[in-house]
């Protein structure tokens, strides 16, 4: 059993940076991020291995969001730069045994989410 909160969150404007911290308990999973816009579907943000490597993003945010991971303290981070209010959604960390990728089906743990909001 995992159990993940995130945490760092807000309201911010266009260009300005986020970090968001995903806190896990239990053994380590991959862990990947997710958002969810209203009336959209889930999508996959970023992705980084159990050990903190291979860090695996989507075309999206490529270049302005940088995903790491703090192994002693099982925590996970998506820093986000230059955001853009396209990237206003709920923001979930997820774990998985299998992967660290795009898939959401092969997650079997998700945390609340978080709302991160981005002005113009």
């Known amino acids: 059993q995992v159990h993940l909160v995130e945490s760092g969150g807000g309201l911010v404007q266009a260009g300005d940076s986020l970090r968001l911290s995903c806190v896990a308990s239990g053994r380590a999973y991959h862990v990947g991020w997710f958002r969810q816009a209203p009336d959209k579907e889930r999508e996959f943000v970023a992705g980084i291995t159990s050990t903190g490597s291979q860090p695996f993003y989507a075309d999206s945010v490529k270049g302005r969001f940088t995903i790491s991971r703090d192994t002693a303290k099982n925590t996970i981070f998506l820093q986000m730069d230059s955001l853009k209010p396209e990237d206003t959604a709920i923001y979930s960390c997820?774990?998985?045994?299998?992967?660290?990728?795009?898939?959401?089906?092969?997650?079997?743990?998700w945390g609340q989410g978080i709302q991160v909001t981005v002005s113009s």
């Open positions: 997820a774990a998985s045994e299998v992967t660290w990728k795009k898939n959401r089906q092969l997650y079997d743990y």
